[in-house]
Every structure is written in C-alpha cells, then in structure tokens.
C-alpha cells in the first residue's frame, strides 16, 4: 500500500492508474441516464486521469444525430450536470472521443453495420478490439440488443474482451429473471455481464466493507449478541417526475427492494469473505439473500406494508399533487409508492435479529441511511442514581445526501451529581477526505473496464432477491390494496409502518 499524495500517513492507498483501453457504446446514448449521469461520470475520469488515451465512445440511439450532432447536443447538455466547471483543454480531448451510430435496437442489419464502426473507431483511437456495451435503455430491449450483438460477432471474446453493463430493473418478476438471465446465458459468459445498481457506485456503500472488516472494534460485536435490530431506509422528496409509465407498472417493490434494499442489507449482514476478489464478495452477499427467511402468504399481511402517497405539502417544494395526479400515472392506480417490511435472516450471526426495511417517494426528507441499534446495557449500575433510562448505543451510516457515520453514546453531563446525554461521533467525508465531482457510476463504470465484477450483481443474487419478494408479489397481485392514497405527501408514510415497528416494542429513527 502506497501513501496518498496528500502526504498525510493516515491515508494510504493502492495506486490507480487508467482503465484498460477499450471503447465503450452506450445503447441509449442520447438519452437521460447517459447525458445526467454515464457521460459525466466518465469525463469525472478523465479528469481524475483514469481514462486511457486508448478511448472512446460511442453513442446508439434511434435519432439521427450523426458524430457532429451528437458532439453538440453533449456538449450543450453534459457540462449542466457536472459538478464543478468544464476544463476547456480536457473537453476537447473527451469530446473529439464522441462518436455516434443511428440503429434500431430490433434490426438485425444495424448491428453489422455498428460492428464495422466499432472497427473504424478502435482503429483510430488505437484501442485493440476491446469493446465494453452499456444497455442504457428501458429493459424491454436487453434481451433483443444482446441477442443481436451475438448474432453479429460482438460478444466472441477471441481478440479482445467484450462485457455487457445491464442497467435495473432486471426482470420484472422471478420468473422474468430467470428468463433473463437464461436468455443472455446462451449468448454471454457470466464473466462478461455486469449487472450494475448504481447505490454500489456510492462511496460510503463501498465503505461498508472496510469498515467492518478493517477495524477491529467492530466486527467482534457486529451480531444477535449485540445488535438489538437494523434499521434500513431509503428516502426520497420527489414523486415520479418523468417516469409515470415505467413506475405506475413497477411500484416502490419492484423498483427499489431487490436492488437497492438488499445490496446494502447484503452488505451489512453478510460474513467476511476469504478476499476482496469479486466471486468471493458475491458468494458471502448470496448467502445473506439465501438466509432470509421466507415470507409466507399470511406473513405479508402483517409484515410487509405498502402505502401510496396524495397530495401534500413539501419543504423547499410546496404544494405537490397526489400520485394518481402525476403524469402518465393512472387515476386510479393501486401502485404503491411506499413499501416497509421486517425480514430474519435465518444463520448463526442474525438469528431473531429484526431488519426493517423502507423506502417511499414524497417524504420530507431525502435520506438513505443504515442504522445499527445495538442492545441496551443493563441498568443495575443505575438503579440508586437519578439516571432512570439507559438509551442504546447507535451506528448510522449515511448514504445520501450527506455521506457519513456516526456513533451514538451515553456520556456524563459535566457537574455535580450523576445525569447523563447522549452525544454523537461523527465523521463526514466531505470534511475529512474532501469532496470530489461524482454522479456514483464512476467507480462502477472504472471497474467494469478493468474487468472488476465485484460490485455488480451476479445471476444467483438477483433470482435469490426476486425469490424474496415474490410471496409479496403474489398476495398483492391477488388483494387489491383498501384504501389508496394511505398517507399525505411531506409526511413519513401510512401509520401501518410504524404499528409494524410498534408491534415489535420499536420505533423509526427520526430522520
């Protein structure tokens, strides 16, 4: 390990230098998610100097741009969503990389035409026949493009390599994912598809590891022994702004639980694996899903709740409508868009350890957080003190938007007599490291082109997560929800979530 060049000794690190040359072809290249997030964060590269000179892009999409207009209209759009100014010098370079390919994803004679481009561009930039493709488009077309970049030699592996980043939803179902997955089998090796969830991409997400697993004051008492319950929770102000159609058909489940719910409880509850190589990480985070223990059908009707949002008042956002009012929503949709839910994981470490999960749209805050409560000290010490309550100790890690951790303890209040308050450790990455322009991909699309999986989903995970919420699935597909909208925008959910915790003898932490 290698000090920073901080020249402080508290920071070490490996050195990084830039990815493997490739070019990478982004399916939906004009569209939101590449303009908002994939192309800043690849130019947060080549800014950090861990793009190759071996680069380029190039953009798919069904409207006729060609390389100039593609060039204008990122140029016109990107630098919006950066986080600090454009570098005129290093633009120029990231943009004379831009390159554009009109296709229909359904036509078979556009993928042959796209591999002679693909050849044309990995000429120029001298980048070898290396070719990473980012499916940035809505998931009716995965299985149609990775079919058709078999059939036109793209995905053989007989000169360079060749990977495929698959954007979520990845099935819609377990059947679905299975299907999925089957399909592209056929066509692409396991090594070679790169699941992506964009929570993994978040520096504190990926903190989770080292923190447990690089100080020894914390795994000892990471466990039933210690930990009283985990509190998992996933926040958002904002309704469906542009995506009615996709989100009145998906729902706060599908959308959000076996993804970004269960990556960071998988994170959270699994064993130490025997490296940090990617199959052994994805091997402990498998046997976490496999852990859970099943919901059956009475269960969901008290375990799980959903909930869906109506009008409301929101901080900083005023007046909002409620979600059978936002466009392209059905008026009367029975889509939830609030989901909180207790699980088990049935092993050694979480036996009868609760975690409670949820996630919302039009809630007064943005937050995704991980609380750790841990089990109340015994009070015997205390009983002939005016101490009369001993609060449990702790652990937040903050996610979003603030990245952090914090730990919460008891401690003497100074003067005479015995009183006691609770005071707060916390660490911020902005004030200690630093902050730095990221839109959370950076890191994933880094590793995907140095052929790092260890942040992406495997197969057996996503059908492992689906297996979990499909009883959920089922009973919400057979019993239509009662009374929608259950709870006001700008508040924190319907009242059935905290009578979920309550039943228990807990509460919600206050965001």
């Given at each position: 390990?290698?000090?920073?060049?901080?020249?402080?000794?508290?920071?070490?690190?490996?050195?990084?230098?830039?990815?493997?040359?490739?070019?990478?072809?982004?399916?939906?290249?004009?569209?939101?998610?590449?303009?908002?997030?994939?192309?800043?964060?690849?130019?947060?590269?080549?800014?950090?100097?861990?793009?190759?000179?071996?680069?380029?892009?190039?953009?798919?999409?069904?409207?006729?741009?060609?390389?100039?207009?593609?060039?204008?209209?990122?140029?016109?759009?990107?630098?919006?969503?950066?986080?600090?100014?454009?570098?005129?010098?290093?633009?120029?370079?990231?943009?004379?990389?831009?390159?554009?390919?009109?296709?229909?994803?359904?036509?078979?004679?556009?993928?042959?035409?796209?591999?002679?481009?693909?050849?044309?561009?990995?000429?120029?930039?001298?980048?070898?026949?290396?070719?990473?493709?980012?499916?940035?488009?809505?998931?009716?077309?995965?299985?149609?493009?990775?079919?058709?970049?078999?059939?036109?030699?793209?995905?053989?592996?007989?000169?360079?390599?060749?990977?495929?980043?698959?954007?979520?939803?990845?099935?819609?179902?377990?059947?679905?994912?299975?299907?999925?997955?089957?399909?592209?089998?056929?066509?692409?090796?396991?090594?070679?598809?790169?699941?992506?969830?964009?929570?993994?991409?978040?520096?504190?997400?990926?903190?989770?590891?080292?923190?447990?697993?690089?100080?020894?004051?914390?795994?000892?008492?990471?466990?039933?022994?210690?930990?009283?319950?985990?509190?998992?929770?996933?926040?958002?102000?904002?309704?469906?702004?542009?995506?009615?159609?996709?989100?009145?058909?998906?729902?706060?489940?599908?959308?959000?639980?076996?993804?970004?719910?269960?990556?960071?409880?998988?994170?959270?509850?699994?064993?130490?694996?025997?490296?940090?190589?990617?199959?052994?990480?994805?091997?402990?985070?498998?046997?976490?899903?496999?852990?859970?223990?099943?919901?059956?059908?009475?269960?969901?009707?008290?375990?799980?709740?959903?909930?869906?949002?109506?009008?409301?008042?929101?901080?900083?956002?005023?007046?909002?409508?409620?979600?059978?009012?936002?466009?392209?929503?059905?008026?009367?949709?029975?889509?939830?868009?609030?989901?909180?839910?207790?699980?088990?994981?049935?092993?050694?470490?979480?036996?009868?350890?609760?975690?409670?999960?949820?996630?919302?749209?039009?809630?007064?805050?943005?937050?995704?957080?991980?609380?750790?409560?841990?089990?109340?000290?015994?009070?015997?010490?205390?009983?002939?003190?005016?101490?009369?309550?001993?609060?449990?100790?702790?652990?937040?890690?903050?996610?979003?938007?603030?990245e952090g951790i914090s730990l919460r303890f008891g401690a003497k209040v100074p003067g005479p007599g015995l009183r006691m308050g609770n005071v707060e450790m916390d660490f911020a990455y902005a004030d200690h490291f630093g902050s730095s322009p990221a839109t959370g991909y950076e890191t994933l699309l880094y590793d995907a082109m140095n052929g790092d999986a260890t942040l992406f989903q495997r197969a057996d995970s996503v059908e492992l997560g689906w297996s979990v919420i499909q009883p959920i699935l089922d009973v919400w597909g057979a019993l239509p929800p009662r009374a929608f909208p259950n709870y006001a925008a700008g508040t924190w959910g319907p009242w059935e979530a905290d009578e979920l915790l309550g039943r228990d003898g807990r509460a919600w932490r206050k965001c």
């Amino acid at each position: 390990m290698a000090e920073a060049g901080t020249g402080s000794p508290d920071i070490v690190q490996t050195p990084r230098g830039p990815a493997a040359p490739c070019v990478l072809v982004i399916f939906g290249g004009s569209g939101d998610l590449a303009q908002r997030k994939l192309i800043p964060a690849l130019y947060n590269l080549a800014e950090e100097g861990l793009l190759p000179e071996q680069f380029a892009i190039v953009g798919v999409g069904s409207t006729d741009l060609g390389d100039e207009g593609y060039r204008e209209r990122i140029g016109d759009t990107v630098p919006r969503h950066l986080t600090k100014a454009c570098d005129p010098e290093r633009w120029r370079w990231f943009s004379e990389r831009l390159h554009y390919v009109q296709a229909d994803f359904g036509d078979g004679e556009a993928y042959e035409a796209l591999a002679r481009r693909l050849e044309e561009v990995a000429e120029t930039f001298h980048t070898g026949p290396s070719f990473l493709f980012y499916l940035a488009t809505p998931p009716t077309f995965f299985q149609t493009i990775i079919e058709h970049l078999g059939a036109a030699g793209l995905t053989r592996q007989d000169r360079g390599w060749r990977r495929v980043i698959i954007e979520k939803p990845f099935g819609r179902d377990l059947d679905s994912a299975r299907e999925l997955n089957a399909a592209i089998g056929e066509i692409l090796d396991e090594d070679q598809i790169y699941r992506i969830d964009h929570y993994l991409g978040k520096e504190t997400v990926q903190n989770i590891l080292v923190f447990r697993f690089a100080n020894g004051i914390f795994e000892p008492i990471w466990n039933r022994f210690y930990v009283d319950h985990v509190q998992i929770t996933v926040a958002e102000t904002v309704g469906v702004e542009t995506r009615g159609r996709y989100y009145d058909r998906a729902g706060a489940l599908r959308d959000m639980v076996p993804n970004h719910l269960f990556q960071l409880l998988s994170l959270i509850a699994m064993e130490p694996p025997n490296s940090f190589d990617a199959n052994a990480v994805r091997d402990e985070k498998a046997k976490i899903l496999q852990g859970i223990q099943p919901i059956g059908q009475e269960q969901v009707l008290h375990r799980v709740i959903r909930g869906q949002y109506g009008a409301g008042e929101i901080e900083g956002l005023g007046e909002v409508p409620g979600y059978r009012g936002e466009s392209e929503v059905d008026p009367a949709s029975a889509t939830e868009t609030h989901v909180a839910m207790k699980l088990l994981v049935d092993n050694w470490r979480w036996a009868d350890v609760p975690f409670y999960l949820r996630t919302g749209k039009r809630m007064p805050r943005r937050v995704t957080e991980i609380a750790i409560q841990f089990k109340r000290a015994p009070y015997v010490l205390f009983r002939d003190t005016p101490v009369h309550h001993l609060p449990p100790n702790q652990l937040l890690i903050r996610i979003a938007p603030e990245e952090g951790i914090s730990l919460r303890f008891g401690a003497k209040v100074p003067g005479p007599g015995l009183r006691m308050g609770n005071v707060e450790m916390d660490f911020a990455y902005a004030d200690h490291f630093g902050s730095s322009p990221a839109t959370g991909y950076e890191t994933l699309l880094y590793d995907a082109m140095n052929g790092d999986a260890t942040l992406f989903q495997r197969a057996d995970s996503v059908e492992l997560g689906w297996s979990v919420i499909q009883p959920i699935l089922d009973v919400w597909g057979a019993l239509p929800p009662r009374a929608f909208p259950n709870y006001a925008a700008g508040t924190w959910g319907p009242w059935e979530a905290d009578e979920l915790l309550g039943r228990d003898g807990r509460a919600w932490r206050k965001c």
